[in-house]
């Protein structure tokens, strides 16, 4: 039976769905190709009609996992001037819900410690898809009249990302929850975003 384009699109993206889950619970090394397939409701044959490797899926899965986070950030941002914008993000990133979601949250918290150990595709999607996100982050300083948004960004991210892993390593839930507050509170306080949250 022959199916149409949009078939096998939806198909590779249930695939992917399924690997982005499995890659930030088991990490990249620990997923299985026929355990993703079975997730996804389809036969382990059926993978190489999709992608030439293991390899190959683990750094399309990373590209999917940065799309779906854009996804996410953009309509959280909707309607919103830069300032306003910003601090969303920084409310969305730093929050009980995300800290807990490590199946469906930012990929780079839960996999930039995997990626030294990961191929060369796999480290070039993860770093591309870390620029997509400084890159976005910097229009917004720069609308805000930064004089060097892209360090400034680079910075904002580093923050992000390491309060965000800190958090969900914390065995007390009391620190963790403080982890993300101080970090929301101060990168706020820091790029002047107190007062377009309110």
Do not use: N
Request: proline letters at 3%; a positive charge; aromatic letters at 6%.
């Amino acid at each position: 039976m022959r199916y149409d384009s949009e078939h096998k699109q939806r198909t590779r993206t249930k695939v992917l769905d399924a690997a982005a889950r499995a890659i930030r619970h088991d990490g990249p090394q620990g997923i299985a190709v026929g355990g993703v397939m079975a997730a996804a409701g389809l036969t382990h044959g059926g993978f190489y009609a999709h992608f030439e490797s293991k390899d190959a899926l683990v750094a399309a899965a990373i590209d999917h996992m940065f799309e779906e986070a854009r996804g996410r950030v953009r309509k959280a941002a909707q309607g919103l001037g830069p300032a306003q914008a910003l601090g969303s993000y920084i409310d969305l990133y730093l929050c009980r819900k995300h800290r807990d979601a490590r199946a469906l949250g930012c990929p780079m918290a839960s996999l930039a410690s995997d990626l030294p150990r990961l191929g060369d595709a796999a480290r070039e999607r993860f770093a591309a898809g870390v620029r997509g996100v400084i890159a976005a982050i910097g229009e917004k300083l720069a609308e805000l009249g930064y004089a060097d948004p892209e360090a400034e960004a680079d910075s904002l991210v580093a923050e992000l990302v390491g309060a965000l892993a800190l958090a969900r390593v914390e065995p007390s839930a009391k620190r963790s929850e403080a982890i993300l507050a101080a970090s929301r509170e101060r990168l706020k306080r820091r790029f002047g975003l107190t007062e377009a949250a309110a």
